[in-house]
Structure formats: C-alpha cells, structure tokens
C-alpha cells in the first residue's frame, strides 16, 4: 500500500513556475515508479511525466518536454514535478500515482495501483 498526498499547487501568471511535491508513505515507494497526471475541467485525465524506481529514467508528455522536470528523493519518500514556463493551457488538477507493477515507464493510467488526492494549479494570461 502507498499513500500519496500532492502539494505545492497554487496560481501563477503564465510564464512563472511552480513545485508540486508528492509525498508518499508506505513500504513500497521506492520500489514503484511514480507519475504526475492531469485532468482539466471536461478533459480525460492525462499523463504528464514518470519517474523510474531509481531516477535514473524520465518520460514526459510531448506537450510538457523541456518545460517540466520529474524528479525524487527515495530517502524522503517525496516525488516532485517543477514545471516552468506555464502556459493557461497548463491549467488542471495534478495527481501523483505509483506503480509498483511495471518494469518500464508508461503514460497508461490504468497501470498505477495508488492516486494522491490532486492539487489545483491555475495559469492565467
């Protein structure tokens, strides 16, 4: 089992930055991939990025490349996305999900066991 409870959410103007943070707890954080999803109002929930078990392997949506980094710290149990230069369109609740079943990274939302609760991010113009 693994709890997951995202923060760092908030409004910004487009072109500014944010942190979200997702922490985790339970014994099998660092033996899960970990993702960050988004779902904006009327829209299926989509993926944005994932993080291998160790770090050392990303995937990002074509739509957030080179604007939004994944990254965690296993001895924290803590998973992050930094997204800069925001766009409205970046406008969603965001979700952090593990997967402890795969052996490679994936955008399929069906394969993450655990969901955190969302986080608002709002981007004006």
């Known amino acids: 089992q693994v709890q997951l409870v995202e923060s760092g959410g908030g409004s910004v103007q487009a072109g500014g930055s944010l942190r979200l943070s997702c922490a985790a707890s339970g014994r099998t954080f660092s033996s899960s991939a970990m993702g960050w999803f988004r779902q904006a109002p009327g829209k299926e929930r989509e993926f944005v990025a994932a993080i291998s078990r160790n770090g050392r392997v990303t995937k990002y949506a074509d739509s957030v490349k080179g604007r939004f980094t994944i990254s965690r710290d296993n001895a924290k149990n803590t998973v992050y996305l930094q997204m800069n230069s925001l766009k409205p369109e970046d406008t969603a609740v965001y979700y952090c999900?593990?997967?402890?079943?795969?052996?490679?990274?994936?955008?399929?939302?069906?394969?993450?066991?655990?969901w955190g609760q969302g986080t608002q991010v709002t981007v004006s113009s």
């Open positions: 999900a593990a997967d402890p079943n795969s052996f490679t990274l994936t955008p399929i939302r069906s394969n993450y066991d655990y």
